[in-house]
Each structure stands twice: as C-alpha cells, then as structure tokens.
C-alpha cells in the first residue's frame, strides 16, 4: 500500500486545516491510520488514530489536540482525513499518516506502523 498525505499549508493562529491520506494499491479497511507529526529537532508524535472498519473501537486522539483535531475516515475513497481547528503554533510540524494492523492499544505508538505516507507541512503563523 501507499500512502499520500496532503492538505499542509500556512495558516494563522485560530484558523483551520484539512489534512487528507489517500491510500492506494490495496484497500486500507482492514488497516487502523494514524497520524503523527514532527516538529523540527523533535521526535515523531502521535497525533490520533481512527479504527479499522468494523472493530468499533473509535478514535483516539493525544491530549494536545483533543476537542480541536477530528480523525475520520472514508473507506470507499481508501481515504483517510484530519480536520484541525483553532490552530496553535505549536502545531506547526510536518504530518505523517501511516496504517498498522496492530492491537488498538498501540496505535500510539509510531514503531507499530507499517507503513507511512511522505508527509505534509502545516505552518501556523502567531
């Protein structure tokens, strides 16, 4: 599978981006996607993860974006989204999407994902 993160761009604080991972070569249904991002001289962090189809685990989201970040995803497009509202600057990093077939428990953890799409920047303007 491969994957094709786009969406990334300059914004003002408060404003709002819609990151998109389109995955193509194979359906990713069976796959949970996350996101993760990185900020220049900092490690890779997770960001949320969205369930496979049908395993009814939901969404999970780190701390920093929760009420602000929305994951979803539309598998008749093998697409998956990031909608990111009230933009900080410390959002600011390149996003990376990526998928993992691993237990849900992980999925915040970047060693788990198989595979991971070239990334997108977001740049937030104070």
């Known amino acids: 599978v491969q994957l094709q993160a786009s969406g990334g761009g300059l914004v003002q604080a408060g404003g709002s981006l819609r990151l998109s991972c389109a995955a193509s070569?194979?359906?990713?249904?069976?796959?949970?996607m996350g996101w993760f991002r990185q900020a220049p001289g900092k490690e890779r962090e997770f960001v949320a993860a969205?369930?496979?189809?049908?395993?009814?685990?939901?969404?999970r989201y780190v701390d920093s974006v929760k009420g602000r970040f929305t994951i979803s995803r539309d598998n008749a497009k093998n697409t998956a989204y990031l909608q990111m509202n009230s933009l900080k600057p410390e959002d600011t990093a390149v996003y990376y999407c990526?998928?993992?077939?691993?237990?849900?428990?992980?999925?915040?953890?970047?060693?788990?994902?198989?595979?991971w799409g070239q990334g997108t920047l977001v740049t937030v303007s104070s």
């Open positions: 969205i369930s496979r189809s049908g395993t009814g685990a939901g969404t």
């Open positions: 070569g194979r359906t990713v249904r069976d796959f949970h």
């Open positions: 990526a998928v993992t077939q691993i237990l849900w428990a992980y999925v915040n953890e970047a060693r788990r994902y198989t595979k």
